[in-house]
């Protein structure tokens, strides 16, 4: 199977598979991004009413994203002239500019790499993911609703805040973080560190669980 048609999941800590396409604002090659923090989502099809409720939510935290050196970037299977006459029409019909790229994959040449296509859902559109590949061209997060059900983009934001703060920090943030909580500390690899740890300033619930704030 060539890499054009595989439908492997790229994997995290790895780099993001590489493509070159065609998007309403021009060509656009991942590679070129480096630098600055890429989200990568997909959507099953123009003209359709869950995604449009989505690019309208995904219009809202553009410049959000963009204070955060985050590249936003849509896919579908569609062509440029659907996508085009789609963003037009929810500009006209829901007073929403697009601010975003939206990449044509007609030939589904990044969905493959993606893992994008999920056959037993639909073989000719794109399930919705999320990707989020940081500012060295690595894959650190991914998320796959199915065509039914729309996104939760407060989510999207909680997540790329989340890497950054576990970049900047050398952290880990517990479950249901939010921006500003405190975040966990790396357990201890050796009993003298086990034992020191109680003693470092930490709020510590036992040796392996502390947190700090940051």
Not at 32 to 40: C, E, S, T
Not at 66 to 75: S, Y
Not at 96 to 120: E, Q, R, S, T
Not at 152 to 179: C, G, H
Request: charged share 20%; glycine share 6%.
């Amino acid at each position: 199977m060539t890499e054009e048609a595989s439908t492997g999941l790229p994997l995290l800590g790895e780099p993001a598979p590489d493509f070159e396409a065609e998007t309403t604002q021009g060509p656009i090659k991942l590679s070129d991004l480096k630098g600055r923090w890429v989200v990568l989502f997909s959507h099953p099809a123009d003209f359709t009413p869950v995604c449009t409720t989505e690019f309208m939510a995904f219009a809202a935290i553009h410049d959000e994203l963009a204070a955060l050196n985050v590249k936003l970037v849509g896919l579908s299977v569609d062509s440029i002239s659907a996508h085009l006459a789609w963003i037009r029409n929810i500009k006209e019909k829901m007073g929403v500019a697009i601010p975003f790229p939206v990449i044509a994959d007609l030939n589904m040449k990044v969905a493959m790499k993606y893992g994008m296509i999920h056959p037993a859902l639909n073989s000719t559109a794109a399930v919705r993911s999320v990707f989020f590949i940081d500012d060295k061209g690595i894959m650190r997060a991914m998320i796959y609703y199915p065509q039914s059900n729309g996104r939760f983009t407060p989510e999207i934001i909680r997540m790329v805040k989340a890497l950054q703060t576990t970049d900047k920090y050398k952290v880990s943030t517990p479950a249901n973080w939010q921006p500003g909580d405190k975040v966990v500390v790396a357990p201890p690899k050796t009993a003298a560190e086990m034992e020191k740890r109680l003693n470092e300033g930490y709020e510590c619930k036992d040796w392996y669980l502390c947190f700090k704030s940051v």
